[in-house]
Every structure is written in structure tokens, then in C-alpha cells.
């Protein structure tokens, strides 16, 4: 019955049915491979052994070999064991490549990289010794890797001369990828973001391509035609050259291998050559050619992608690609705010000035100066983000630059310091050109910049022994140097924390460590004291002005007014990329005061005697300073605004003075109107960026 089978088929494979005068039958179960030969070997040895129990009956099965057409066939079916290791590589070097570019977007956007350059490190020397690293490694993990399919021992892939040619075309993949995605590392800002994107690329560019070309090439496909114009596109891929490449590498030695036994089939007489006329797959086999199994075309284009994707990173860091794409704009944007708080086209009378003086300095006077600015704008597309600064700074200096978000301060440094390309104008520091050569330039230059670019895993000792050896200081005096810096600035119990471990005012005070080492003429601190106490914030103006006394000149931005009157010698406030007043904390008090401020205190006494004296007071006030405006008022203390008057300021104490004791007034303060209300005043007219 059906059950009886169904249960026969779970327990045996093989039976026989053997009666007196009846013909014998072998049964076997056909779920399993083989079991028809193995049921008539049975019958077979119960026969022999019926009449010799001595006798026994060894049956062996073995195939015929295929044509060698359909052997050659097999190859390109993708189900042999090298096209699959090719696939495989391929899909694991995308991910090996991947990685190597998160670095570079953390140490680019930490402006980790701006620093080592504004300390001297040549652009070229930097991308070829980060090269000569990542290559380093990307060779041991290729050795790992040849080390690891060797063990398995699988066809073509056995013998040194199969593994060394493997080997080196992994190590023209490594000279092709690498630059790659140094260039991709530019398109992003996050790491993780940047290794995700990048690995889609190469898998993408690899594995999938690699795919499609060769099931185009299948049998009842019939597109090797449009597989092999795809090739061609797809070598432009390193990831797709390296699967491409392994792959042919396989075909070579498999069809090599295939042709052999063939030959060994027909007899001593037959050579691999005498097959060229059966077919012709078995000629052309030799690997460094041109042919279908070569491999010269896939380490050529490795050459070429790598030469350049060097080329183009290069011309990327020296500003080639941005000055040969960049669009002439058609004009500047936005309002433009007077000096004196009308919208228009008017300046200040000290910027003109200042413009005049810069324009007609000689060659030997550029040099004079520490930093020199001339005209220099800088246009983002249409956008005039920066618009004709002119400036001198002198020996022993500070020049403070002034301004709300959105007022050019960022991208005026970031020219300063080489990070951005100057559109047009030019800047000299020690009378070397930025725009000519910003390498030389750079060590001149000392940067602390507004976001602390720090490698977060070394010492603070560590960082400081980096750059300074970067700047060129001797290696017997480093030690010596660092403590000092640490000291003055008052981090020295730090130096031998991690720098992920440090406050944010330690890590500003590191920064601004890095940028006083070296010597350098002209020191750009971008808000240093952010995130300080105030103590510290005291130390640090004293070390300040200690390196102003030596000579150096400093470019400081805060949005600290008190820092600016305190450090600053100069300063400028900006608008809308311009500067819209020039000179010293007192020149712009006097000429751009709009008032003065009186702050009264009376005595104390009774609430109503205390009543009296204060309502006395701002009768006085009130009578004596025409349009005297009470702004604030606290028990005891009184504060009044007067506009401009004609008044002499010993007039104006004279009337106090004679009516101190009359009004009993404790204590009163008369002054101009602070940096802080004639800063307010013109960055009103900032526009307002969407």
C-alpha cells in the first residue's frame, strides 16, 4: 500500500525481493543520490555469494569527463569557486576602503588639518606621508588576506606564482582606491555618514557591476557585445578593476588547467598548443597581456585613477579647481550701512583713510607690516560674503574684529589663514603674498581657531610636542617650551590628560598654546577666552599683552567688550563684510558717542528722608541736563542717559560736585557711552541671512 511505501522510504535505501523460479528484483529509494547502482550491486553480491561465500564484487562509478567546451563553459557560469572569490574580495575591499576615510573627515572638520598646515606642514609632504601610511596598512591586510585564501588551497589559486600575481594587482588596487577617497572625504561632514556613503559606492561600483558584465556574458543572455563596451565604462571603478581582475586571473589558470587534462585525455603526444585548433580558448592564456584572461589593462587603469585622483586632490588643496570653476560674480547683495547709521553707499572717513594709506604703500612698506590686507573680497557664487577690506597691523598690535554672526569675521580669518581662496585682493603677512605662496606664509602665522581643533585621543604634552616639532622648534627644547607655555597659561596639571578630558576653558588655553609656539609674527585668535572663569580670563589677557610687547601682531575676535577695550590697540566693527569704523576703544567712544551715562547713589537713611533725596535728585538731574532720560533705578541708586551736549565735561562735574552735599549724594560716576551701545549702534543694520 501507499502507507507501506511511505514508511519503507523513511527507514531503508536499498532492497531486493529474491524467490525460487521467480526473476530477482532490486528495489531502492529514489530520495537519496546513487541508490539505483548500490540496489543492483546488492542483487549482484547476493548472486556471487550464493555460489562462492568466499567471492566478493567491488563496483566503482565513475563519470565520464566533460567535453572540454563544456568545461570552459562551467568557467563563466559564476558557480566556480574563483569567480565567487573574486565577487567576495571585491564586496570585502569596499568596506576595507571605506574606512580609511573617516579619518580624514574628522581631522578636516575638526580643522585639525587647517592647523597642521597653518604650522607649517607642506600640503604635498601631508598627503604623501598620510598615503605612504594608509598604503602600509592596506598591505598588511592584503598579506593577511593572500595568507588566508592560500590555507584553503583551491584551484588557481594555490601555487606562489598565482598568489603573487593576486597580490599585486591588490597592491595597484591600493595605489588606485586610496587617493579615491582622500577626494570623497571633501563631500562630507560627518565620519559615519561618510563611511556608510562611501561603502555603497564601492559595493556599487564593485561587486554590482562586476555582477551585471558578467551575467551578461551567460549563455542565452547573447550580450557580450554590451558586456564587454560596459567593462570599458566600469574601469574607471578601482573596486570594479580589482573584481574584474582577480576574476580574469581565475579564468586564466582554470582554463589553463581545464586544457591540460584535456590534453592528458588524448594521449603523451598532445600539447596545450595543439588544442588552439579544437578551441580557442585554450590559447592566449598569458596573465600580463592585453587578452581576455590579461591583466595589463586592469593594473594600467589603476595607474590612471590613481595618478589622477592625486592630480585632482592636489589641485583641490591648492586652490586650482576652485579658481578655474569660479563664476564671476555679478555683484554683491544686501543693504549697506553708513557710518553714520544711514543705509548707503558712505564710509567712514578712518576705513577710507586706512583704504588710501594701503593703496599707495610701496613694495619696501608691505613688508614692513606684520599683516597687511588690499581690498580683499571674497564672493560665494553671487554672494559677496567679504567686500574691499583694507587694513595695516603693525608690530606689537592687537586688532580687534568686531561683529555679529552672519558679519564676514569667520570667512575673513578663514582667508587669512588659507582656508578659503581670496577672490579678489590680495593680503601679505611679513610681505609674503597668501594669495602666491600661502605655504611660506603659514609660518609666519599662528591660529587659534574659534572651535577648538583638537586630536581628541593625545596628551595635551603630546599635542604640544606635534606642533611644535611642526614649527620647526628643536627637538632638545620642546619639553622645555611646552612647560612653559602650559605654565604661563596655567594648565601644566593637565598636560598629561587626554585632551577629551579637558574643560572647555583648558582646551581653549591649549589652543591658544599651539598658536604662541614657534614665534610666530602675526597671532589670529578666534573668541580664546570662551568658556573661561574669569581668573582665567585675567591670566590669559596678561599673557597677551606680554606677546603683543614682543613684537608680534595679534587679530583677536570676542564678543567680550571688555576684552576688546582691555587687549585691543585697534579694532574694527563689521557689517554686512565691511568695515564700518576703524581705530582705537577711546576714537570710537569720542566719535561715535551718542550721550553720556550718570550713575547717582544718595545716602541711606528713613524711607521717606531716603524718598526725598532720590525725588531730589532727578529734579536736579532733569533741570540741569537738557533731555536727561532716567534708564534705571534701584532703591538707593539712580542711572541717567544724556544725550549729547554742549556742556564740558568739567562743566558737567562742576555742577555735581557743587551739588554733592546739598542733594547728599554718596557716590556718582560720569562717563561716555560704552564700546558695547556704539558696537550695538551699527550692527543694527546687519542684514538678516535666510
Given amino acids: 500500500s501507499i502507507e507501506d511505501i511511505a514508511a519503507v522510504n523513511t527507514r531503508y535505501f536499498v532492497g531486493a525481493t529474491i524467490r525460487s523460479g521467480a526473476p530477482y528484483v532490486g528495489w531502492f529509494n529514489n530520495k537519496a543520490f546513487h541508490t539505483a547502482p548500490l540496489a543492483l550491486n546488492l542483487v549482484y553480491s547476493a548472486i556471487l555469494q550464493a555460489q562462492c561465500t568466499e567471492c566478493q564484487l567491488h563496483v566503482i562509478n565513475k563519470p565520464l569527463p566533460y567535453r572540454?567546451?563544456?568545461?570552459?563553459?562551467?568557467?563563466?557560469?559564476?558557480?566556480?569557486?574563483?569567480?565567487?572569490?573574486?565577487f567576495n574580495t571585491g564586496f570585502a575591499m569596499a568596506f576595507v576602503a571605506a574606512l580609511y576615510i573617516m579619518f580624514y573627515i574628522k581631522e578636516r572638520t575638526s580643522r585639525?588639518?587647517?592647523?597642521?598646515?597653518?604650522?607649517?606642514?607642506?600640503?604635498?609632504?601631508?598627503?604623501?606621508?598620510?598615503?605612504?601610511?594608509?598604503?602600509?596598512?592596506?598591505?598588511?591586510?592584503?598579506?593577511?588576506?593572500?595568507?588566508?585564501?592560500?590555507?584553503?588551497?583551491?584551484?588557481?589559486?594555490?601555487?606562489?606564482?598565482?598568489?603573487?600575481?593576486?597580490?599585486?594587482?591588490?597592491l595597484f588596487f591600493g595605489y588606485a582606491t586610496l587617493p579615491v577617497t582622500y577626494l570623497f572625504s571633501f563631500l562630507f561632514s560627518v565620519s559615519a555618514t561618510g563611511f556608510v556613503r562611501?561603502?555603497?559606492?564601492?559595493?556599487?561600483?564593485?561587486?554590482?557591476?562586476?555582477?551585471?558584465?558578467n551575467v551578461l556574458k551567460f549563455d542565452g543572455i547573447d550580450l557580450v557585445e554590451v558586456a564587454e563596451g560596459l567593462e570599458w565604462v566600469f574601469m574607471f571603478f578601482p573596486n570594479f578593476v580589482l573584481s574584474h581582475g582577480l576574476n580574469n586571473l581565475n579564468a586564466a589558470s582554470s582554463t589553463a588547467s581545464s586544457c591540460k587534462k584535456f590534453c592528458d585525455l588524448l594521449g603523451?603526444?598532445?600539447?596545450?598548443?595543439?588544442?588552439?585548433?579544437?578551441?580557442?580558448?585554450?590559447?592566449?592564456l598569458e596573465v600580463f597581456s592585453f587578452?581576455?584572461?590579461?591583466?595589463?589593462r586592469n593594473l594600467l587603469f589603476c595607474v590612471l585613477i590613481g595618478t589622477v585622483s592625486f592630480s585632482l586632490l592636489f589641485m583641490l588643496e591648492y586652490g586650482v579647481l576652485?579658481?578655474?570653476?569660479?563664476?564671476?560674480?555679478?555683484?554683491?547683495?544686501?543693504?549697506?550701512?553708513?557710518?553714520?547709521?544711514?543705509v548707503g553707499s558712505e564710509q567712514d572717513s578712518d576705513v577710507l583713510e586706512e583704504k588710501r594709506r594701503i593703496a599707495n604703500l610701496s613694495r619696501a612698506d608691505i613688508d614692513g607690516h606684520n599683516l597687511l590686507l588690499r581690498d580683499v573680497t571674497k564672493y560665494y557664487g553671487n554672494f559677496q560674503a567679504v567686500n574691499n577690506l583694507s587694513i595695516g597691523i603693525n608690530h606689537s598690535e592687537c586688532f580687534g574684529l568686531l561683529g555679529i554672526n552672519g558679519a564676514g569675521k569667520t570667512t575673513t580669518f578663514k582667508m587669512m589663514t588659507g582656508d578659503e581662496e581670496i577672490s579678489s585682493g590680495n593680503a601679505w603677512v611679513k610681505g609674503i603674498s597668501l594669495r602666491e605662496d600661502?605655504?611660506?606664509?603659514?609660518?609666519?602665522?599662528?591660529?587659534?581657531?574659534?572651535?577648538?581643533?583638537?586630536?581628541?585621543?593625545?596628551?595635551?604634552?603630546?599635542?604640544?610636542?606635534?606642533?611644535?616639532?611642526?614649527?620647526?622648534?628643536?627637538?632638545?627644547?620642546?619639553?622645555?617650551?611646552?612647560?612653559?607655555?602650559?605654565?604661563?597659561?596655567?594648565?601644566?596639571?593637565?598636560?598629561?590628560?587626554?585632551?577629551?578630558?579637558?574643560?572647555?576653558?583648558?582646551?581653549?588655553?591649549?589652543?591658544?598654546?599651539?598658536?604662541?609656539?614657534?614665534n610666530p609674527s602675526v597671532v589670529y585668535l578666534d573668541e580664546p577666552t570662551t568658556g573661561m572663569d574669569p581668573g582665567a580670563k585675567r591670566q590669559f589677557w596678561d599673557v597677551i599683552c606680554k606677546v603683543r610687547s614682543t613684537g608680534k601682531s595679534i587679530v583677536l575676535t570676542s564678543h567680550s567688550m571688555e576684552e576688546c577695550e582691555a587687549l585691543c590697540t585697534r579694532l574694527a566693527i563689521m557689517v554686512n563684510g565691511e568695515f564700518k569704523c576703524l581705530g582705537s576703544t577711546q576714537h570710537l567712544k569720542n566719535k561715535f558717542s551718542k550721550g553720556f551715562l550718570l550713575t547717582v547713589k544718595v545716602a541711606r537713611g528713613s524711607t521717606d528722608a531716603q524718598q526725598k533725596r532720590v525725588a531730589g535728585v532727578k529734579d536736579f538731574v532733569m533741570s540741569r541736563f537738557s533731555g536727561a532720560v532716567l534708564k534705571e533705578e534701584y532703591e538707593d541708586s539712580l542711572t541717567f542717559h544724556i544725550p549729547v551736549t554742549d556742556l564740558k565735561w568739567s562743566?558737567?562735574?562742576?555742577?555735581?560736585?557743587?551739588s554733592k552735599q546739598e542733594l547728599e549724594i554718596e557716590d556718582y560716576a560720569l562717563g561716555q557711552t560704552s564700546l558695547e551701545q556704539v558696537f550695538l549702534f551699527f550692527t543694527k543694520y546687519q542684514r538678516v541671512t535666510e
Avoid at 555603497?200 to 562586476?210: H, P, Q, R, T
Avoid at 603523451?268 to 592566449?284: K, M
Avoid at 587578452?291 to 595589463?296: E, K, S, T
Fill in 68 to 86: 572540454l567546451d563544456t568545461q570552459l563553459k562551467k568557467l563563466n557560469t559564476g558557480l566556480n569557486a574563483g569567480f565567487q572569490l573574486a
Fill in 112 to 170: 585639525a588639518k587647517l592647523l597642521q598646515f597653518v604650522s607649517g606642514t607642506n600640503v604635498t609632504m601631508f598627503w604623501l606621508l598620510a598615503f605612504m601610511w594608509d598604503f602600509t596598512l592596506f598591505v598588511l591586510n592584503s598579506l593577511v588576506y593572500i595568507a588566508t585564501v592560500a590555507i584553503f588551497q583551491e584551484e588557481g589559486w594555490s601555487t606562489f606564482e598565482e598568489l603573487g600575481r593576486a597580490f599585486l594587482l591588490l
Fill in 198 to 213: 562611501m561603502m555603497f559606492v564601492n559595493v556599487l561600483s564593485g561587486a554590482i557591476f562586476f555582477t551585471a558584465v
Fill in 268 to 284: 603523451p603526444q598532445c600539447v596545450v598548443d595543439d588544442l588552439c585548433s579544437v578551441d580557442a580558448r585554450c590559447c592566449n
Fill in 291 to 296: 587578452g581576455n584572461v590579461g591583466i595589463i
Fill in 322 to 342: 576652485q579658481r578655474l570653476f569660479q563664476r564671476k560674480p555679478k555683484g554683491s547683495t544686501g543693504p549697506k550701512a553708513g557710518p553714520q547709521g544711514t
Fill in 438 to 518: 600661502m605655504n611660506r606664509a603659514h609660518r609666519q602665522i599662528g591660529y587659534c581657531p574659534q572651535f577648538d581643533a583638537l586630536l581628541e585621543d593625545l596628551t595635551g604634552r603630546e599635542t604640544l610636542r606635534i606642533f611644535a616639532l611642526l614649527r620647526g622648534v628643536r627637538k632638545q627644547e620642546v619639553k622645555n617650551v611646552s612647560y612653559i607655555l602650559a605654565e604661563e597659561l596655567n594648565f601644566t596639571k593637565h598636560l598629561d590628560k587626554r585632551t577629551k578630558a579637558y574643560s572647555g576653558g583648558n582646551k581653549r588655553k591649549l589652543s591658544t598654546a599651539l598658536a604662541l609656539l614657534g
Fill in 651 to 658: 562743566q558737567m562735574f562742576g555742577l555735581m560736585e557743587s
